[in-house]
Structure formats: C-alpha cells, structure tokens
C-alpha cells in the first residue's frame, strides 16, 4: 500500500532486511532489552518469578505442569514476533531443559476472526468502526486535509506519488487519512532506523513535523474521540486485566505470576484515553492531551500485597520505553496517589463501561454475552 501512494520509498524496504508489516531488526532488539529489563526486575530483585521458565523454582505452584509466565499476543505476526524477541531476553540462553540451551516461550495467539481481546474493531466491532471512520472522513477530516493540501502537496511531489485524496481511487487504495498514515508511518520508521531519506524527498524537518502531528491529531481524533469509541477501540482487554488482577487479589493461586500481553499502539492509546495514562513524551506530537508513544512502549500493573495485613492489597503502575526506560506512573484517574486501591482502579473501568455500553453491547455482537470471564 505504502509503495503505491509513496513509489520513490520502495527502494527502502530492502534496507530492514524484513517482509513488509513485520518486526524489523531494531523493534527485535529493543523487545529483547525490555526482556532484559523484566529479568532484571521481575527475577533478580523481585524474586518473583524463577530464573528459568523451564526449572521453576517456586513451590508455592498449584499446577507445576502449568508456566508461572502467560504470554498472549494479538492475531498480527509481529505481535507474536514481539512477545517471542521479549523471551530472547527475559529467558535468555542457557536458561532452557539442559541440554537445551534455548528456553522456547509459549505465546499464545487466537484467529483473527474470533480475536476480540485485543482488536475488536478489526472483527466483531468492523461494521461499527467503518460507520464512525466514514463520519470522521466526510467532516473533520475533510477540514484538516483541505487545511493543509498545501504540505500534501509537498508530500505527493517529494514520493513520487499521488496526493492522499486520490489515494482511494486507486485499486487496494484505502481512504486519505489512512493514506497518510502509511506514508508517515513509513517515514517516520525511515528517520528512527537510520535509513537515509528517500533520493526524491525534499520534505523538510518541519515538513515532517507537520506531517506527524497532522498523522496524529486524525489518528486520536478518529479513533478516540469519544467514550464509546475508546471502549471498543480497548476490545476485551480492560475486562481481561481487571479479570487477572481480581484473581491474583481474591485467590490463593500462585500459577500464573505475570502476564504478558503484546497488540498494536492503537489498544494503547484506548487504554491510556480509558485510564487516564499519561502519554508525556518529549518532540512527539500532541492530540486529545495525549502525545504519540515511542515503539516498545510497554504498560505496568503490578499487584502488591501488606506481608502482615493480607487485605491490604494496592496496585502500582510502571511505563517502560527503550529510551527512558522504566518510570513510575500515576494515573489521572486515580485519586489515591501513589497508590491506586484494587477497588478504585475497577470503579474507573466500570464506570467508564456504565457510560458507554460494553464493546459487545456497542458493535451488537452477542457471541459473548455467557463468557465467564465477561466481568462488566
């Protein structure tokens, strides 16, 4: 799609050493790092996870043929490459069943038809996505391109390809905004792995600074706008982390220690919106008091327990990025600062959910109304 709208770019794609939507090189190492950063944490201070995941040494497990590490990664490829480059280092070599040097992480995927947990929008929630995209693309969007058809311009000149509103009349062109997305996404990936600027682009940094913050604004806007589209734009998902989070407070099951969970950037900006995360990141750009996330960017729960008191149980939340690496956060939800009480942080899912409907409610979709695990 990219090579369509941007032709000039293709002679790039050979530079990642990777098949077109896949993890590149640099996103593998930067997974890998944050695996590192997990052992550091979660194995050597922490002690709570063991040293290999095949040789737990944990005799508190309920179930020793069951992993104390649960790894789910959304439908896309490169979400299960992502999860798989994180056990590169948080199980490194020499940690596997000798003499098995390697420690294979099981990661677990469902297709994309019946994934609902991570992206709603792309199956149960499609007809409901395409409505409210539509309606952004014939108003607001419409404003914003013809606001800057000028730096458009620039764009479809310096790519060698065609100006963004003439994109979908092409064949497998998608619409402006999600035509513009590619191109910058494209870019932008460009400009972050080293790659030399395409010979014909003659877009300058404040040209791409534009683009990106134009990119982002219609991302946010299109896709989170509202409450009800942030619910369903978040899946199952905050229904699934409240779930696990109720389990390790309520019970006495040590199975599972961590969980692990790998989708797209758009399931986190809808966790952010529903939160109340703060995105802050410096010379990124801003929309819906949020700004763009850097690759990586991974989101903390960690569930904490009183030694002594059993009840008093809280939550603390961590973001972690290859480049700031791990900082504690405070959400703007939560008012009991630093900490954030199990019952606050399910009233602010709740409550959100009261608002809007459930995503299966929103989209009319029915298949999961008797889940056991549909708490809201």
């Given at each position: 799609m990219?090579?369509?709208?941007c032709?000039?770019h293709t ?12 993890l590149?090189?640099l ?62 280092g ?6 596997g ?6 420690q ?6 469902e ?12 199956n ?14 014939t108003?607001?969007?419409r404003?914003?391109i ?5 730096l ?43 790659i ?8 300058s ?11 982002f ?12 589209k942030?619910t ?8 699934q ?13 040590d199975?599972?220690?961590?969980y ?23 010379n ?25 008191d059993r009840t ?30 199990v019952a606050?942080?399910?009233?602010i ?6 608002r ?20 809201l």
């Amino acid at each position: 799609m990219v090579d369509v709208l941007c032709p000039s770019h293709t002679q790039n794609m050979k530079h990642y050493n990777v098949p077109y939507k896949q993890l590149t090189a640099l996103g593998m190492e930067e997974m890998q790092a944050l695996g590192e950063h997990m052992r550091d944490r979660y194995v050597h201070q922490e002690k709570l996870l063991a040293p290999s995941l095949s040789r737990p040494e944990s005799e508190s497990l309920r179930h020793p043929e069951d992993f104390e590490t649960y790894v789910r990664a959304d439908a896309a490829p490169r979400c299960a490459q992502s999860a798989q480059a994180m056990g590169f280092g948080l199980y490194p070599d020499g940690t596997g069943p000798s003499p098995f040097v390697k420690q294979p992480l099981p990661v677990v995927q469902e297709i994309l038809s019946d994934e609902w947990m991570f992206c709603a929008p792309k199956n149960k929630c499609l007809k409901t996505k395409q409505q409210d995209v539509e309606a952004y693309a014939t108003s607001r969007a419409r404003e914003l391109i013809s606001a800057y058809d000028d730096l458009l311009n620039r764009l479809a000149h310096s790519c060698g390809g065609v100006h963004i509103n003439e994109f979908a009349q092409l064949e497998g062109g998608e619409d402006a905004v999600l035509g513009l997305k590619d191109v910058v996404d494209a870019l932008t990936f460009d400009i972050e792995q080293g790659i030399p600027p395409v010979p014909s682009n003659t877009l300058s940094s404040d040209d791409m600074a534009a683009l990106r913050q134009l990119h982002f604004t219609m991302l946010m806007e299109r896709y989170y706008d509202t409450d009800r589209k942030i619910t369903y734009w978040a899946s199952g998902f905050p229904n699934q982390l409240l779930s696990n989070i109720l389990k390790a407070v309520n019970t006495n099951a040590d199975t599972v220690k961590y969980y692990s969970y790998h989708g797209h950037r758009e399931l986190l900006y809808a966790m952010g919106m529903l939160l109340g995360w703060p995105y802050n990141f410096p010379n990124q750009p801003r929309a819906l008091n949020q700004t763009s996330i850097p690759p990586a960017t991974t989101l903390f729960f960690e569930v904490h327990q009183d030694a002594q008191d059993r009840t008093d149980t809280w939550l603390e939340f961590y973001m972690w990025t290859p480049e700031d690496k791990r900082q504690r956060i405070q959400l703007t939800k939560c008012s009991a600062a630093p900490r954030c009480t199990v019952a606050e942080f399910a009233s602010i899912i709740q409550e959100h959910v009261a608002r809007t409907g459930t995503w299966s409610e929103i989209c009319e979709d029915t298949t999961l109304l008797s889940s056991p695990e549909l708490l809201l």
